[in-house]
C-alpha cells in the first residue's frame, strides 16, 4: 500500500520569503506521480504541481518548484517569493500511473503567510 | 474554461435521513472520483468511475452507493445517514490519459 507523509503539519513564513514543505511517500512501485494541491480558506483544492516519476527534472510552475529525490521518496515544495494569498493547506499527493483511481494525500501542512 | 460542477453546494440533513450528492465532470473527461474530507484531515478516496462503470472502490460505508449516467454526472447516494458523515465532499474527474485531477468546489454536508 501506497502512503504519504507531511511531517509538518504547521509552518509560517515572511511574505516575500522562501518556504519549503516536506513530504515523504512509501510505495514499492515505479512509476507514480506525485502532486501538490492546495486547499485555500475556501476549501477548494487546487493543482499547484505535478511530477511524474520517470522524469528526473524537478517539475517548476512560477514561484513553486519541488526536489523531487526518487531514491529517497521525497518530495518537497518550494514557494519562492511567498504571497499572502499563497496562505493555504498544502496536501502532497501519490497516484499509480496505472491505477488512476485512488489518489493518495498527506495530512497536510497548514502554511499562513504573515505581512 | 468549465471546471467540475458539484451540487449543492452546502447541505443540512438529520439522521437518518437520506442525501444525495451531485457531480458534473469537465466536458470530455472520462474518470470520476469521490472524497470525503473530515474536519482537519486529508481527503480520504470513496469510489470512481470510468466510462460509467464503477473502477475502484475505497472507504466507503455500505450505507453509500454511487453511480455515473450515460452524460457522465455522477451522483453520491448517503443513506442512514450519520452525524460522523458530516463533511467536505469533492469529486474530481480526470482523462484516464491524463492523471491530472481537477476538482469540484465540494458539497459541504452537516448532519444534525
Given at each position: 500500500?501506497?502512503?504519504?507523509?507531511?511531517?509538518?503539519?504547521?509552518?509560517?513564513?515572511?511574505?516575500?520569503?522562501?518556504?519549503?514543505?516536506?513530504?515523504?511517500?512509501?510505495?514499492?512501485?515505479?512509476?507514480?506521480?506525485?502532486?501538490?494541491?492546495?486547499?485555500?480558506?475556501?476549501?477548494?483544492?487546487?493543482?499547484?504541481?505535478?511530477?511524474e516519476a520517470y522524469k528526473q527534472q524537478n517539475a517548476t510552475e512560477n514561484r513553486?518548484?519541488?526536489?523531487?529525490?526518487?531514491?529517497?521518496?521525497?518530495?518537497?515544495?518550494?514557494?519562492?517569493?511567498?504571497?499572502?494569498?499563497?496562505?493555504?493547506?498544502?496536501?502532497?499527493?501519490?497516484?499509480?500511473?496505472?491505477?488512476?483511481?485512488?489518489?493518495?494525500?498527506?495530512?497536510?501542512?497548514?502554511?499562513?503567510?504573515?505581512p | 474554461a468549465a471546471g467540475v460542477i458539484?451540487?449543492?453546494?452546502?447541505?443540512?440533513?438529520?439522521?437518518?435521513?437520506?442525501?444525495?450528492?451531485?457531480?458534473?465532470?469537465?466536458?470530455?473527461?472520462?474518470?470520476?472520483?469521490?472524497?470525503?474530507?473530515?474536519?482537519?484531515?486529508?481527503?480520504?478516496?470513496?469510489?470512481?468511475?470510468?466510462?460509467?462503470?464503477?473502477?475502484?472502490?475505497?472507504?466507503?460505508?455500505?450505507?453509500?452507493?454511487?453511480?455515473?449516467?450515460?452524460?457522465?454526472?455522477?451522483?453520491?447516494?448517503?443513506?442512514?445517514?450519520?452525524?460522523?458523515?458530516?463533511?467536505?465532499?469533492?469529486?474530481?474527474?480526470?482523462?484516464?490519459?491524463?492523471?491530472?485531477?481537477?476538482?469540484?468546489?465540494?458539497?459541504?454536508?452537516?448532519?444534525?
Amino acid at each position: 500500500a501506497q502512503t504519504v507523509t507531511q511531517s509538518q503539519p504547521e509552518m509560517s513564513v515572511q511574505e516575500a520569503e522562501t518556504v519549503t514543505l516536506s513530504c515523504t511517500y512509501d510505495t514499492s512501485e515505479n512509476n507514480y506521480y506525485l502532486f501538490w494541491y492546495k486547499q485555500p480558506p475556501s476549501r477548494q483544492m487546487i493543482l499547484v504541481i505535478r511530477q511524474e516519476a520517470y522524469k528526473q527534472q524537478n517539475a517548476t510552475e512560477n514561484r513553486f518548484s519541488v526536489n523531487f529525490q526518487k531514491a529517497a521518496k521525497s518530495f518537497s515544495l518550494k514557494i519562492s517569493d511567498s504571497q499572502l494569498g499563497d496562505t493555504a493547506m498544502y496536501f502532497c499527493a501519490f497516484l499509480l500511473a496505472y491505477n488512476n483511481n485512488d489518489m493518495r494525500f498527506g495530512a497536510g501542512t497548514r502554511l499562513t503567510v504573515k505581512p | 474554461a468549465a471546471g467540475v460542477i458539484q451540487s449543492p453546494r452546502h447541505l443540512i440533513k438529520e439522521k437518518r435521513e437520506t442525501a444525495t450528492l451531485k457531480c458534473y465532470p469537465i466536458p470530455r473527461h472520462d474518470t470520476v472520483y469521490w472524497y470525503q474530507q473530515g474536519p482537519g484531515q486529508d481527503p480520504q478516496f470513496l469510489i470512481s468511475f470510468y466510462e460509467k462503470m464503477q473502477s475502484d472502490k475505497g472507504s466507503i460505508p455500505d450505507r453509500f452507493s454511487a453511480q455515473q449516467f450515460s452524460d457522465y454526472h455522477s451522483e453520491l447516494n448517503m443513506s442512514s445517514l450519520e452525524l460522523g458523515d458530516s463533511a467536505l465532499y469533492f469529486c474530481a474527474s480526470s482523462l484516464l490519459s491524463n492523471p491530472e485531477a481537477f476538482f469540484g468546489q465540494g458539497t459541504r454536508l452537516t448532519v444534525v
